[in-house]
Structures are given as structure tokens and as C-alpha cells.
């Protein structure tokens, strides 16, 4: 009961730190900013079934993302705290079902909480949670497949296995096939050591067939108008993603060899030592060994692929939480000392950046309540490991934790006082409302910015003069809407209509970028200019 009792704690402190300020700075370039905008068109159109990013369609991924953003719009309208309130409530799914999987597995709610607490204070899992990505949303059906099997196979009820389903179905609506990845593993390795308590039945496949039409819906119903559209998602989509830079995230194998540990501070290098330490107890068909396998192959998969984002192997940290905690559980008292020297040498780093950063001048504006913050944690912390009536495994918990609070919430308030040194745009588009320039055209020179669309809240111009991010893939556009939205400056009927466009007040914004001689004349169209960051506004 007390144990139930800290972990609702835990919840409600959690919720706290992650919903306080996480609207506070606007959308951020380019995944943040990219899932917002396609949601907004989404929830502006009413069509919650054909992804759209500044007017063109966008199939890279499944719809649930957006879908389940557009409704924290229809709840707390347009903004960022409506982009992003459901991404924070993912985040306190997982550790939900983390404290629900660990009890399930070792029946102890001590180490259920603390592999909650553990996993919370993965760096991995507080960037999920200011980035609105399918990543954090994909994490949560994985593991809410992994307990729902778990739960099948230790009871033999039917339900859970239709849950199961069900939740591997949402994960494929969320991300695709990548859903099955780290659920499929550890299941694989899980069921060699807890054997099946029922026989195969009509269920199976009933509930499998609940798999396959929830999860085939939106492809079959996209695929019905547009043959193509299943090789573009399987090829381009899934299979180049794996084998080649179909996008341009090409990183060494080594990427998250190097990365995954630096992404899981402090408890990951704790981890390491508590297998070594513990290493007999990973013997075949076990659950410790099930575990292991769980994250070790995904993480080779992910390193031989091409694609590489650092938040595509955070379903595997769930299973590092619940790993660490049951591992650091059985660790003698002694060897205590050992995780403590890890986790205080990385909570004394932390903290002594924090106290120190606000008085070095590296060009971003750190609050100086921030270093008095850290300084609190710190007396916090002396007076934890002072205290006697704490259980010695405990005091790392509870310092892991804090620090967890500290970056979690300063992160937010360090976004709002640098959005335009962090890629945010929320300065450029208030100062556009400001002046009452939003009924205008918007322009955007050669970039590709949702960013500036989600901030005004309405469509925008991109003029295309070779950069990249405005080759957009328009096969399956019906009509030549699109070519409202984007003008192809190097296509000489489209360049003769920015002339007649322009007759007409503008805003033209420049990011980073001179605008060529052959557009001066469009410079020289507008009377007044406003340079704010690396952003350029003429009006």
C-alpha cells in the first residue's frame, strides 16, 4: 500500500513538471514544428485522414500522431500547450505501465517504483517529451503490448491477447511495421521461459484479424484511391528508411552505440556494472535474458539501418528501466557505494553547469533563479544521504529524480528565452500579429518553415530557389492547389507570378540566407525591414 501511495506521488509530481511550462516556447524546428502544422491542418480541414504539410500531401507517416494532436487543439485550441498535452500524457502512460510490467514480472512495488523513477530520468525520455514526434506515442503501445501479452500469457485470459492486438494495431497506426521490433523480441525470448496456459483457439484468430483491420484501415483506405500509394509506404517509406539515406539521416553504425549510453545517464552506466556484477544471472530462457535480448538486437538492428534519429531507440529504454531497477534491487549493500559514486558524479556535473552557466557569456540567456535552483538541489541531496530513515538504494533514486525535475522544467523556461536561438519562431510570428500583418500573404524564401504556418495559424508561400527542404513529393496531389503554396522560383511562368503576387501588401521572411541578386527588386518592394535572430522581415 505504501508503495502504491509513492508511486501516485511520483505521478502527480511528474505530471506537474511536464505539463507546467511545456507551451511556453512555440514549436521548434524541424519534428516539432513538422507534427504541429500537419496536425493544425488537420483540425482546420476537418480531414482527419489525409496528412497535409503546407498544402501538399505528407503520407510519411500513419495519422494517429496527428490525430490524437488535432484534439488536444479542439480541447485548448491552437497553440503549443494543445500540440503537445497529449505527447506529456504518453509520458505518463509509460510510466504507468513500467511500474504495472515491473510488479507484473517480479511482483515487488518497490522495484516498480524505482524503475518508474529510473526510467523518468532517462535524458531520452525528457527529450521525447519536448519534441512532438511519433516517437513517444510508438514507445507507449510498445510497451503497452509487451504488458498486455505478459498479462495474457500469465493468466490465459483472452481478453488480454484482443488488448494485445489492439495495442499493436495502434503502434502500426502510429509508426508502421517499426512497432513490432521490441515487443516482438522480447515476446520471443519471454515465451521460452513462461509457458502458454491456453491452446489455440477461435480467439487467435479473431483477435488477430482485429489486428489486421485496425491496422490495415488507413493504408487500404488511401491505397482505394491511389494504387500507388502502398509501394510508396512500404518502399520509400519503410524499406528505403532501413537501407538507404532516403532522407538524409545517414549516421555511422557506431550512432547509437556512441549515443544510447550518453542518452541514458546516469543509470545506464550503473546498468553496465550491475550486469557485470550480476552477470549469472542471464542464463538462456530466462526473464532477465529476455530482457537483455529485448534491447540488445533492436539496438544492432537500429545501428545497421540507414535511417538514424537518437529518438527511434527509446522504446527500448522502458525495458532498460525495469531491468536496472530489479538488478539494482538484488544488489549486495555493500556495492551500493559503487552506483552511488555514478549517480552522484553525474548529479554533481549537472547541477555545478547549472550553477555556473548563468555567468559565462555563450550567447544564450540562462536565468539566474536557475543556478539558485540547482544550489537548493544540492542542500536537498546533502540532507537525502544525511538522513539515516532512508534506505541506503533509495537516496540514488530520489537523487536521480530531482535532477530529472530540474531538467525537465528548466528546459522549457531555456527554450522561452531562446526560441530564436533554439530554431523556434514564436518572436517572428507574434511580432507579425503585432503589427496586424497576419491578414497578409506570408512569404518564406527558399526553406520549407511549418513553424511560421502553426504560429499565424494559416497557410503560407514558400518560394522555392533550390533548397532542399522544398522538393515536395506531389504525385498524389488531384489538383493544382498546391502551386499556390509554393512557387517554383526557377521555373519562369511560376517567377512571373510572384510579380502579380506581390502587387498586393506582403510579409517576406529570409532565414538565413542572401536573397540573390535577380530578387532584389522583390527586396526592394517592401519599405520596411525588421531583422530579429537569423530572420529577416520585410514589410
Same mark, same amino acid.
Given at each position: ?17 511536464l ?7 512555440g ?24 496528412p ?7 503520407y ?35 510510466l ?48 503497452l503490448?509487451?504488458?498486455t501479452?505478459?498479462?495474457y ?18 503502434g502500426f ?14 515476446i ?21 484479424t482485429l489486428?489486421?483491420t ?17 509501394d ?6 519503410t ?11 545517414t ?27 550480476q ?86 540567456? #540562462?536565468?539566474?533563479? +536557475?543556478? !539558485? $535552483?540547482?544550489g =537548493?538541489? &544540492?542542500? %536537498?541531496? /546533502?540532507?537525502?544521504?544525511? *538522513? ?8 540514488? #533514486?530520489?537523487?536521480? +529524480?530531482? !535532477? $530529472?525535475?530540474? =531538467?525537465? &522544467?528548466? %528546459?522549457? /523556461?531555456?527554450?522561452?528565452? *531562446? ?8 518572436? #517572428?510570428?507574434?511580432?507579425?500579429k ?18 511560421i ?65 535577380n ?21
Amino acid at each position: 500500500m505504501k508503495d502504491n501511495f509513492n508511486f501516485n506521488i511520483f505521478l502527480i509530481i511528474a505530471a506537474i513538471a511536464l505539463l507546467i511550462n511545456v507551451g511556453s516556447y512555440g514549436v521548434i524546428e524541424s519534428s516539432d514544428a513538422r507534427y504541429a502544422e500537419i496536425a493544425r491542418a488537420m483540425y482546420v480541414t476537418g480531414d482527419y485522414l489525409q496528412p497535409n504539410l503546407l498544402d501538399v500531401h505528407h503520407y510519411h507517416k500513419p495519422p494517429f500522431t496527428y490525430q490524437i494532436t488535432a484534439l488536444g487543439y479542439k480541447i485548448f485550441g491552437i497553440n503549443a500547450f494543445g500540440a503537445r498535452f497529449f505527447l506529456q500524457l504518453a509520458v505518463l502512460i509509460q510510466l504507468i505501465l513500467v511500474y504495472k510490467l515491473t510488479n507484473l514480472l517480479f511482483n515487488t512495488k518497490k522495484t516498480a517504483l524505482w524503475a518508474s523513477i529510473i526510467y523518468f530520468s532517462f535524458p531520452l525520455v525528457l527529450i521525447s517529451s519536448r519534441n512532438l514526434t511519433t516517437d513517444a506515442f510508438l514507445a507507449t503501445f510498445a510497451l503497452l503490448s509487451i504488458y498486455t501479452w505478459v498479462k495474457y500469457r500469465t493468466t490465459g485470459s483472452f481478453k488480454w491477447l484482443y488488448f494485445f492486438t489492439i495495442s499493436l494495431s495502434l503502434g502500426f497506426l502510429t509508426k508502421g511495421p517499426v512497432i513490432f521490433i521490441v515487443p516482438v523480441l522480447f515476446i520471443l525470448f519471454y515465451n521460452t521461459k513462461e509457458k502458454p496456459k491456453t491452446s489455440f483457439s477461435i480467439h487467435h484468430i479473431l483477435a488477430w484479424t482485429l489486428f489486421l483491420t485496425l491496422a490495415s484501415s488507413w493504408f487500404i483506405y488511401l491505397g482505394v484511391q491511389n494504387s500507388s500509394f502502398i509501394d510508396y509506404f512500404l518502399g520509400k517509406q519503410t524499406a528505403d528508411r532501413f537501407s538507404k539515406n532516403a532522407f538524409g539521416r545517414t549516421e555511422p553504425f557506431w550512432y547509437f552505440l556512441a549515443f544510447a549510453p550518453l542518452v541514458g545517464l546516469p543509470w545506464f552506466l550503473a546498468l553496465l556494472y550491475l550486469v557485470k556484477d550480476q552477470k549469472k544471472v542471464f542464463k538462456l530462457k530466462t526473464l532477465h535474458f529476455a530482457l537483455l535480448m529485448a534491447v540488445v538486437i533492436p539496438l544492432l538492428f537500429f545501428s545497421i539501418s540507414s535511417s538514424k534519429r537518437i529518438l527511434y531507440i527509446l522504446p527500448l529504454y522502458s525495458i532498460l528501466a525495469i531491468l536496472t531497477a530489479h538488478l539494482f534491487t538484488k544488489l549486495e549493500i555493500y556495492k551500493v557505494k559503487n552506483v552511488n559514486a555514478i549517480i552522484l558524479i553525474f548529479s554533481g556535473l549537472i547541477l555545478l553547469t547549472f550553477i555556473i552557466a548563468p555567468f559565462i557569456d555563450f550567447d544564450m540567456d #540562462i536565468p539566474y533563479y +536557475l543556478s !539558485i $535552483a540547482s544550489g =537548493l538541489i &544540492i542542500i %536537498s541531496i /546533502i540532507l537525502i544521504y544525511r *538522513n539515516k530513515k532512508i534506505n541506503a538504494k533509495e537516496k540514488p #533514486i530520489y537523487t536521480s +529524480l530531482l !535532477i $530529472a525535475l530540474l =531538467l525537465v &522544467i528548466s %528546459s522549457s /523556461i531555456i527554450f522561452n528565452k *531562446n526560441e530564436l536561438k533554439v530554431n523556434g519562431v514564436k518572436p #517572428i510570428t507574434d511580432f507579425i500579429k503585432q503589427k496586424r500583418l497576419n491578414d497578409r500573404e506570408i512569404l518564406v524564401y527558399n526553406t520549407r518553415k511549418p513553424s511560421i504556418a502553426f504560429g499565424l495559424n494559416k497557410s503560407i508561400i514558400s518560394l522555392y530557389d533550390g533548397h532542399e527542404s522544398l522538393n515536395r513529393e506531389t504525385q498524389f496531389e488531384q489538383d493544382l492547389n498546391w502551386k499556390k503554396h509554393l512557387i517554383n522560383l526557377k521555373n519562369d511562368q511560376e517567377y512571373k507570378s510572384l510579380y502579380k503576387l506581390t502587387a498586393q501588401p506582403t510579409v517576406l521572411l529570409v532565414y538565413k540566407q542572401k536573397v540573390p541578386e535577380n530578387l532584389q527588386w522583390l527586396i526592394n518592394s517592401y519599405t520596411t525591414k525588421k531583422e530579429m535572430g537569423k530572420w529577416t522581415i520585410y514589410y
